[in-house]
């Protein structure tokens, strides 16, 4: 009963965005208010609805109902139940009605938190938020029905994808949802600002903090996903420019110019044409990557699904809503004016060089993502593109921003001073050489490496450079320096630490030159050395698991004799699946890691076992939690949530002075 319940609530959850897609939309063009007002409700009870309908299928799942044709195929009795509930988004279905669910959850965050806007504005986004809502309900119920029963159930279910049963797949999918679908709230905003043809400063105060949301859940979902991949996938990577793994990048960039723009429109009310037209680009590139995951156009680790119906099905709502929408902008734009004008030399113009550097990155990603793809539909010719070409094209674009990031944040408003910018950098400078040779004068080589510590250090020192003389110009005392670090706005904290984040990941991917790799066969008893470690193997044993047996090499890490950690690879076989996984043994030795992967087991007891030292490898993903960090420290600035700054506090006037 349950779980007719929950399908039932779907089917109304429908006929409910299909009401919020049209009456606030007519009322809006009659200029009604009580039609208008109809959005609000509408969009919390669609989402009430749908959530309840995501709950009766995660019951199906705890409870192992088998009467299910999704839970048959994706659980079994004996799954711990982190997994049974993580398989309700580990596969086609019920991802789906996971990304309906977090699409309705922003309508319904809209409706409850954006009182300020206007209500014209507030009915066209939720209404067109609705008409997406209403394309990917309708999606599931013809082609993907989560609560499709089975006439003899069976006794046993077939298990979830073993590859998929890792605490990181219980995190990774939420995250990144949140991440793609909050872009349709930004693309939401543009569509329903082109619609009533007004587009200023304000809209970009009340569009920003969604877009800062959404962009701070794709960078953690990015991040997660890269770490599940390195320490489940067992070949010691951590990014192998996947054609998903692009798909997720794309909107990453996308939106990362898009905030970038937002900060310009809101500020100088310019660069409105560009910013409405990256809105629509960062929501495309995401249902792009919904195609490619789920048409079966693509063989991937992470794709869902491989029935051509539903990728035609997909492919028709990204022409009908992106072609919608670029034909909207297209009509539009012209009468859309260009706004405060700036000098090439100014804070506008270094993200404008931004802006220009991040899109231009991601139009690479794209073109070596689809290039494979329409030259096999177009000549049947199969051909692979990989690192080789991303790394010789992605990084020369990329490298440039790293650069220019600390001296755009030193420059002043509509026409800034570059020679006084690069003079207030000149620490940064000096300690981005000096890593460098430092690093030069320890390892000698790839030059590449050295040069990617130095260019790290000038990103991290620069991005707190405008900071620190903020808090500490003009020979502030201990005292007066405090106030004003308190007194600055969160979002200028926020701004810096991203920056930083990105720093300390580009320092983590510098140092992956002086890794080490070493490929043996492994034996109890044996010891390998590896960088200034050695991996000592003390015996390989079997062990039962809940639903699995794993051959496992318990195994020491020593340096100099003493022992600094322990690790224990392993290979697990799931009977149900007939279907091995690989755990690979990691220790964190300080920021370094030492990596053990098994691939495989011989006559003689041996082990084939790939080993790694790879130093500093966890600024990669240390460097997106600090990025997180500065876009959740922005959110919490009340002045970014609802465009009104707090009340100042009489004690601290020097702060506040500062801060302005």
Request: hydrophobic residues 55%.
């Amino acid at each position: 009963m349950i779980v007719e319940t929950g399908h039932y609530a779907l089917v109304l959850a429908l006929a409910l965005a299909l009401v919020q897609s049209c009456l606030p939309l007519w009322g809006v063009a009659r200029r009604d208010a009580q039609l208008m007002a109809v959005a609000p409700p509408v969009a919390v009870m669609q989402f009430i609805l749908i959530a309840a309908s995501f709950g009766a299928l995660t019951y199906a799942h705890v409870v192992s109902d088998f009467s299910l044709a999704n839970v048959i195929e994706n659980s079994h009795s004996l799954k711990p139940m982190i997994y049974k509930i993580s398989g309700v988004w580990g596969n086609h279905e019920g991802s789906m009605l996971l990304w309906v669910l977090i699409l309705a959850l922003f309508g319904a965050l809209v409706a409850l938190f954006s009182r300020a806007m206007p209500d014209d504005l507030k009915a066209s986004v939720l209404a067109v938020q609705a008409w997406l809502g209403s394309a990917f309900i309708l999606f599931i119920l013809l082609t993907s029905n989560p609560f499709a029963r089975v006439s003899q159930p069976p006794l046993e279910g077939q298990d979830l994808n073993p590859i998929l049963q890792d605490p990181g797949l219980a995190i990774h999918p939420p995250m990144l949802y949140i991440g793609y679908v909050g872009f349709s709230i930004v693309f939401s905003f543009a569509a329903g600002a082109l619609i009533q043809g007004r587009i200023d400063a304000a809209w970009a105060r009340f569009v920003r903090p969604w877009a800062l949301l959404a962009w701070t859940f794709l960078t953690m979902g990015i991040a997660m996903g890269s770490y599940w991949a390195y320490y489940t996938l067992g070949w010691g990577g951590f990014w192998f420019w996947d054609p998903v793994e692009n798909a997720s990048l794309m909107p990453w960039l996308a939106g990362t110019a898009l905030l970038h723009s937002i900060v310009v429109m809101e500020k100088r009310d310019a660069l409105k044409i560009w910013t409405i037209f990256l809105a629509i680009l960062a929501f495309s590139l995401s249902l792009l990557g919904t195609f490619l995951v789920r048409s079966g156009v693509l063989t991937s680790v992470h794709a869902f699904a491989s029935d051509p119906q539903r990728g035609v099905f997909i492919l028709a709502i990204l022409v009908f809503f992106i072609g919608g929408a670029l034909a909207l902008f297209a009509w539009r734009s012209s009468a859309l004016k260009p706004g405060g004008l700036f000098a090439p030399i100014s804070r506008e113009g270094a993200l404008v060089a931004n802006n220009l550097l991040l899109t231009t990155a991601c139009a690479t990603v794209f073109t070596g993502t689809l290039y494979p793809l329409a030259l096999e539909a177009l000549t049947g010719e199969k051909i692979s593109v990989g690192a080789p070409f991303f790394n010789l094209t992605f990084g020369p674009i990329i490298a440039p921003v790293f650069l220019l990031m600390p001296i755009g944040q030193m420059l002043a408003w509509k026409r800034g001073d570059l020679i006084g910018a690069l003079q207030r950098l000149v620490f940064a400078g000096v300690a981005a050489l000096a890593v460098a040779l430092i690093f030069a004068a320890i390892h000698g080589e790839p030059v590449v490496s050295i040069i990617g510590t130095g260019v790290a250090t000038w990103l991290i020192v620069g991005s707190f450079v405008e900071i620190s003389a903020r808090i500490a110009g003009r020979g502030a005392t201990f005292r007066t320096a405090f106030a004003r670090a308190f007194g600055l706005p969160r979002s200028a904290w926020g701004a810096a630490f991203a920056h930083a984040g990105l720093g300390v990941t580009l320092l983590g991917l510098a140092a992956t030159g002086w890794g080490v790799e070493k490929i043996t066969t492994l034996k109890a008893g044996d010891s390998v050395d590896l960088g200034p470690y050695q991996v000592v193997v003390q015996s390989l044993e079997t062990r039962p698991g809940e639903n699995f047996k794993a051959s496992i090499a318990p195994s020491k890490i020593m340096r100099g004799g003493v022992v600094v950690a322990s690790i224990e690879p392993a290979r697990r076989f799931y009977p149900s699946r007939q279907m091995t996984t690989t755990e690979a043994g990691i220790a964190t030795l300080g920021m370094g890691q030492v990596y053990v992967s098994l691939s495989g087991e011989n006559p003689d007891g041996s082990v084939d076992a790939r080993l790694y030292w790879k130093p500093l490898v966890a600024f990669i993903w240390i460097g997106a939690l600090i990025m997180a960090f500065g876009g959740i420290l922005s959110l919490s600035d009340r002045r970014l949530r609802i465009g009104v700054a707090r009340k100042a506090r009489a004690a601290a006037p020097a702060a506040i002075q500062a801060a302005e």
